[in-house]
């Protein structure tokens, strides 16, 4: 299984990007996704996620109405959309697939890329 994202760079406050997570290996529309951040001497957060056929998503309070989480599983991808941005977003980016089986997640995560909010 691999999942990796892509997009990630420096962009100036206000400035939008949209990563990407492109999935190998496993069914991916049987897979719950989601995107994490770490921030440097932080926990790990859940940013937003969708469900498997893509029906229902949620987001942290801090980026609502300013990011959006989609994914299009023929194409086995999941996407951040990411506008508004705040300097407080500067963090590593993490794409997870979740499936659970009897009770039971099955996590995979991806190598994280870097989002920088600077002017």
């Known amino acids: 299984v691999q999942l990796v994202e892509s997009g990630g760079g420096l962009v100036q406050p206000g400035g939008s990007l949209r990563l990407s997570c492109a999935a190998s290996?496993?069914?991916?529309?049987?897979?719950?996704m989601s995107w994490y951040r770490q921030a440097a001497g932080k926990e790990r957060e859940l940013v937003a996620a969708i469900t498997s056929a893509g029906g229902s998503t949620n987001y942290a309070d801090s980026v609502k109405g300013r990011f959006t989480i989609s994914r299009d599983n023929a194409k086995a991808t999941s996407y951040l959309q990411m506008n508004s941005l705040k300097p407080e977003d500067t963090a590593v980016y993490y794409c997870n697939a979740r499936r659970w089986r009897f009770g039971v997640p099955y996590d995979y995560w991806g190598q994280g890329t870097q989002v920088t909010v600077s002017s």
């Open positions: 290996g496993l069914t991916f529309s049987s897979y719950d």
